[in-house]
C-alpha cells in the first residue's frame, strides 16, 4: 500500500512571479512535509510507501530540499516533462535520479501524453527509456500522466508499452 502525493508549488500562479527565494522556500517547505509524513508513518509503524512527484526543474531553485525529499520517500516520479528523445530525458532527469540512487529510492520517469503526437511516439520514447534502465535495481521505468488520457491515446494503437 501506498501514498502517492502530487503536490506542485509551480502549478501555483503565484509561481510564475514569485522570487526565487520564495520559490526555494516552498521547496523546502514541501520537502520539510514529506519529511513530517515519513516520521509519522514510522512512529504509527505503518506499512505505507510514500511517494512524491518533483522536477528537475526544482533543483535549480532548491537542490537541498530536492535532496532531502528524495530521502523521506520510497519512491519519486521525476516529471521530465521534455518533448525529446530518450537521451535528452534521461540527460534532463539525470541529477534526480542521482539523488535517487543516492538515497536508494525507488524511481520512474514521468511523462505526459501532450507532450508526444502520436501514442506511437509516446510508447518508442518511453519504451527506449525503460529499456535503458533495465539494469538499475531502483529504476521503475516510465510512469504516465495521465492515465485517462493515456488509454484514450492509444485506442487506436493497440497494445501500450510493457515493462519486463
Do not use: C
Not at 518533483?54 to 519512491?75: E, F, R, T, W
Request: aromatic share 8%.
Amino acid at each position: 500500500m501506498g501514498l502517492h502525493l502530487d503536490i506542485e508549488p509551480e502549478a501555483q500562479p503565484e509561481w510564475a512571479t514569485a522570487p526565487l527565494d520564495t520559490r526555494a522556500a516552498w521547496l523546502q517547505m514541501l520537502a520539510d512535509m514529506y519529511g513530517e509524513a515519513r516520521r509519522k508513518i514510522q512512529a504509527e509503524s505503518m506499512e505505507v510507501a510514500l511517494e512524491a512527484d518533483v522536477g528537475p526543474y526544482h533543483m535549480k531553485y532548491n537542490a537541498a530540499a530536492v535532496d532531502q525529499l528524495a530521502g523521506s520517500i520510497d519512491q519519486i516520479t521525476i516529471m521530465a516533462y521534455v518533448k525529446a528523445t530518450p537521451d535528452a530525458i534521461l540527460e534532463y532527469a539525470g541529477p534526480v535520479i542521482e539523488l535517487a540512487r543516492a538515497h536508494q529510492t525507488r524511481y520512474s520517469i514521468g511523462a505526459r501524453t501532450n507532450d508526444y503526437l502520436t501514442a506511437v511516439d509516446m510508447n518508442a520514447v518511453l519504451g527506449e527509456i525503460t529499456r535503458r534502465l533495465r539494469d538499475d535495481p531502483i529504476a521503475d521505468g516510465a510512469s504516465i500522466h495521465h492515465y485517462k488520457n493515456y488509454i484514450a491515446f492509444n485506442e487506436f494503437v493497440g497494445p501500450s508499452i510493457t515493462m519486463d
